[in-house]
């Protein structure tokens, strides 16, 4: 299985990003998008499951939504009203069984 993450750049704060991860296989299965800033852990940023529903941090309610093209094999999390607090390297995470597949990341830098 392999994840192509894209869709990061450089953006000023309370601008908007997309970013898609393709992936090489079905992506009904549980899928994420995780986040490791410069000096932090890799964290959860949004979820979504097999039914479709989502699941999202604290710091992603109400500005990010995540959501999925299963024709495409695309997973895609809308970034908006963002912030310098959310820079980091954006990784998409695909669970198929007992196996965990990441993307190659993402980098997404927030401008004040």
């Known amino acids: 299985v392999q994840l192509q993450a894209s869709g990061g750049g450089l953006v000023q704060a309370g601008g908007a990003l997309r970013l898609s991860c393709t992936a090489s296989?079905?992506?009904?299965?549980?899928t994420a998008w995780y986040r490791q800033a410069p000096g932090k852990q890799r964290e959860l940023v949004a979820a979504?499951?097999?039914?479709?529903?989502?699941n999202y941090a604290d710091s992603a309610k109400a500005r990010f939504t995540i959501s999925r093209d299963v024709a495409k094999r695309t997973v895609y999390l809308q970034m908006n009203r963002l912030k310098p607090e959310n820079t980091a390297v954006y990784y998409c995470?695909?669970?198929?069984?007992?196996?965990?597949?990441w993307g190659q990341g993402t980098e997404v830098t927030v401008s004040s």
């Open positions: 296989t079905s992506v009904l299965s549980q």
């Open positions: 995470y695909l669970r198929r069984a007992t196996a965990n597949y």
């Open positions: 979504i499951n097999f039914d479709r529903s989502p």
